[in-house]
């Protein structure tokens, strides 16, 4: 629970970061005015990851507030973001009791078909900036959902949960989002806009690959959805696409696997500075 002293747009935070360009967490992650040099927030970059759990994993552990943002290294956050994190997790709190992970855009449960050969669906719940385009979906916000983008999570600072190194690069976020679910803990998208400047197009194969491991170990749990995909019964992977003859918010699963196309924008530049400090690679993880 955030501190009852602290005033409402005020909560600790340590900022969690895997890095593998260094030119790419300057221009946008670093750039973010709550992380400027005068930050009274905690910065942890973790370099040479041998997945994205090992880094966060190892952020978590050393996290020294009261809430972990685990963030990629090339999204930015404009001006009051860290007041308007705040003011949502104080909110998110009141509606729906501790919460076990938050961020900024993931989906509902699977919907069922509504008739033989209809395909499953999703809700898209969130506000985000992804690559140029703006995304605004679902109810008001703070709001309930099945799992998150991993663009963004946040996570108590003594959370139990932990990112699960065999998914590698891939559906770590849905992942912890079960794991929460399982313990009763809240799973919430919260209104506290953010760019994501990725300049990846599709899915590699290696997400395949991550998605067969997400399969095998939540088969009781499945259909899940992600933000981009679902995972049916079977374990077979199908995107997900927005139809023209529904709600908005709804997206709808594609019956053949391929590669999204996302329009891609150039990384946002907002300035330099010097304050990096990479963590030490695999050989000295905490294990």
Not at 45 to 59: E, F, I, Q, W, Y
Not at 87 to 92: F, L, P
Not at 212 to 220: C, L, N, P, Q, S
Not at 269 to 284: C, H, L, V
Request: with cysteine.
């Amino acid at each position: 629970m955030a501190d009852p002293g602290l005033p409402t747009d005020e909560i600790p935070l340590s900022f969690v970061a895997c890095v593998s360009n260094g030119r790419v967490v300057q221009e946008n992650l670093l750039a973010s005015p709550c992380l400027r040099p005068s930050s009274p927030f905690e910065i942890i970059l973790v370099k040479n990851c041998p997945s994205a759990a090992d880094g966060l994993n190892l952020g978590i552990e050393r996290a020294k507030h009261e809430w972990v943002v685990g963030v990629h290294q090339d999204v930015y956050l404009p001006e009051g973001w860290d007041r308007r994190l705040a003011r949502q997790i104080r909110e998110a709190e009141r509606r729906f009791g501790p919460i076990g992970v938050a961020g900024v855009y993931g989906v509902g449960q699977v919907i069922s078909p509504q008739s033989p050969g209809s395909p499953l669906a999703a809700e898209r719940v969130g506000w985000v900036v992804d690559r140029g385009r703006l995304l605004r979906d679902g109810p008001e916000l703070p709001a309930r959902v099945a799992t998150l983008d991993e663009l963004l999570l946040v996570v108590s600072g003594n959370t139990p949960l932990r990112f699960d190194p065999a998914l590698g690069f891939h559906l770590y976020g849905a992942d912890i989002c079960l794991q929460a679910a399982e313990r009763g803990l809240a799973v919430v998208a919260l209104g506290a806009l953010c760019h994501h400047n990725s300049r990846s197009v599709g899915l590699p194969e290696a997400f395949f690959r991550s998605a067969e491991v997400f399969a095998r170990k939540w088969r009781h749990r499945l259909p899940v959805a992600t933000p981009c995909v679902v995972i049916d019964r079977g374990g077979r992977v199908q995107l997900l696409g927005n139809a023209a003859d529904g709600p908005q918010s709804i997206a709808y699963a594609l019956p053949n696997q391929g590669s999204i196309e996302w329009r891609t924008e150039k990384a946002l530049t907002t300035g330099r500075t010097e304050r990096t400090q990479f963590e030490k690679p695999r050989r000295d993880l905490v294990s």
